[in-house]
Every structure is written in structure tokens, then in C-alpha cells.
């Protein structure tokens, strides 16, 4: 059975730094992209980071670019998001996503190419 265990959220002030952190288990995901992505109260879920398993090649929301960072470990079977100068819009569920196929060196934005998530962990960024 396949698990993806977020962990990392909590509480944070504008302008302050919270590392989110993914780990995978029951099966491996080297060879497949792995995201994130986020669900603010009200809101549709959206797309925030995703990595290829050639991790050059990452993708980002424009509303994160130069403020978060993905990034994986293969070894370990983990996927991580470093979130810095967050701000109150950053607020949300966030959620750790990894694709069945192996798609070489493109992630995905989209959430229906991502077929197994984890329950989520809750980010709030206060002002």
C-alpha cells in the first residue's frame, strides 16, 4: 500500500521560513515526478512545486517562484518543499503528491497526472 506522510506545517509570521518534508512509502518513486500542491479554505487545490526525478529540471507557481525550493532524495524516498519569506497568502493545506509513470525530465502542474497523496499538512502564516 502506497503512503505519502507530509510533515513540516505549523504556524509561521509573515516573512519567516518552514521546510515541509514528504516521505513515501510502499513503493519507490526515483523515476517519477513528485509535487506539491496547496488548498486554502474555500479554494480549489492548486499547484506550487513539482520535480522531475532528474532534478535539474523543476517547475513552480508563479506565485512561489524565488521563494520556495523542492527538492528530493532518492535515497531516502522523501520530497521536500523550503518555504521562505512566506506570506499570509501562503496559508493552506498543503499536500505532497507523486505520479504513477515515470516521465523522464517534465513534472506536471496538473493534479490529475498525480495519482497517490498524502492527507496534507496545515500551513498558517499570520501577519
Known amino acids: 500500500q502506497v503512503q505519502l506522510v507530509e510533515s513540516g506545517g505549523g504556524l509561521v509570521q509573515a516573512g519567516g521560513s518552514l521546510r515541509l518534508s514528504c516521505a513515501a512509502s510502499?513503493?519507490?518513486?526515483?523515476?517519477?515526478?513528485m509535487g506539491w500542491f496547496r488548498q486554502a479554505p474555500g479554494k480549489e487545490r492548486e499547484f506550487v512545486a513539482a520535480i522531475p526525478w532528474v532534478t535539474g529540471r523543476t517547475t513552480y507557481a508563479d506565485s512561489v517562484k524565488g521563494r520556495f525550493t523542492i527538492s528530493r532524495d532518492n535515497a531516502k524516498n522523501t520530497v521536500s518543499l523550503q518555504m521562505n519569506s512566506l506570506k499570509p497568502e501562503d496559508t493552506a493545506v498543503y499536500y505532497c503528491?507523486?505520479?504513477?509513470?515515470?516521465?523522464?525530465?517534465?513534472?506536471?502542474?496538473?493534479?490529475?497526472?498525480?495519482?497517490?497523496w498524502g492527507q496534507g499538512t496545515r500551513v498558517t502564516v499570520s501577519s
Open positions: 510502499g513503493r519507490t518513486f526515483n523515476n517519477n515526478p
Open positions: 503528491a507523486a505520479s504513477p509513470n515515470d516521465s523522464g525530465t517534465y513534472a506536471s502542474p496538473q493534479k490529475t497526472d498525480y495519482a497517490y
